[in-house]
């Protein structure tokens, strides 16, 4: 079944504690991109990736890093988390500028 | 940079009615895409639209692009209680961007 999974699904944690949330796809798309979601705001994109080894910021990349070294994952990492990156997270893929197919979320809260 | 408006942000409507949003960008889109996210769930990809005064029709779910490709809508004939959900547009940040912006999406809800 084509899918993009993301783990943890819910996570809480502390100010300060790195953390990683992971996404993978099965359909051997290029692109992969991470989006949150907050109330009122909308779908905000954080990064995105072309493909391995290939990334840029989107909107809102302050406080995230992520990286592609294969082509199927695309992690993102918070090396110091604080209390307003609490939101839900989505990974996504496509081919292209395609569909983009998105992951089931990630809620996170960091206290 | 680009901006992405989607108006109403809202919809309340009883069963049967009709619905529409509207989508506006700042800047000319290459194409728009549209997702509808039902409460608890992720986005889910419902149609892209490329070319200029392009109307897309899935069963009542009816598409449209606009002339000057700023602008979309998608409108709903006799909305059912499976329509509810937050429904996104989406077009490229630029010419040829791999990065997407989203609008804020409107929020339907359908009164039985």
């Known amino acids: 079944e084509a899918q993009v999974t993301q783990n943890p699904r819910y996570l809480i944690t502390v100010t300060g504690k790195k953390l990683t949330v992971t996404c993978s796809q099965n359909m051997n798309h290029e692109y992969m991109s991470w989006y949150r979601q907050d109330p009122g705001l909308g779908l905000r994109q954080i990064y995105y990736?072309?493909?391995?080894?290939?990334?840029d910021k989107g909107d809102v990349p302050e406080g995230y890093k992520v990286s592609r070294k294969e082509k199927r994952n695309f992690p993102l990492i918070l090396e110091s988390p604080s209390p307003n990156q609490t939101s839900l997270y989505f990974c996504a893929s496509s081919r292209g500028r395609n569909e983009q197919f998105f992951g089931p979320g990630t809620r996170l809260t960091v206290l | 940079g680009q901006q992405v408006m989607q108006i109403p942000q809202y919809q309340h409507v009883q069963e049967g009615e009709d619905f529409t949003t509207y989508c506006n960008s700042s800047t000319t889109l290459s194409n728009i895409q549209w997702y509808k996210q039902r409460p608890g769930g992720h986005p889910v990809f419902l149609i892209q639209?490329?070319?200029?005064?392009e109307v897309k029709k899935q069963k009542r779910l009816t598409f449209q692009f606009g002339e000057a490709k700023k602008n979309s809508s998608l409108h709903i004939t006799a909305t059912q209680t499976t329509d509810v959900g937050t429904y996104f547009c989406?077009?490229?940040?630029?010419?040829?961007?791999?990065?997407?912006?989203f609008g804020k999406g409107t929020k339907l809800s359908v009164i039985p």
């Open positions: 639209l490329v070319k200029s005064g």
């Open positions: 990736s072309m493909n391995v080894e290939v990334t």
């Open positions: 989406a077009g490229p940040s630029g010419a040829g961007s791999y990065q997407l912006t």
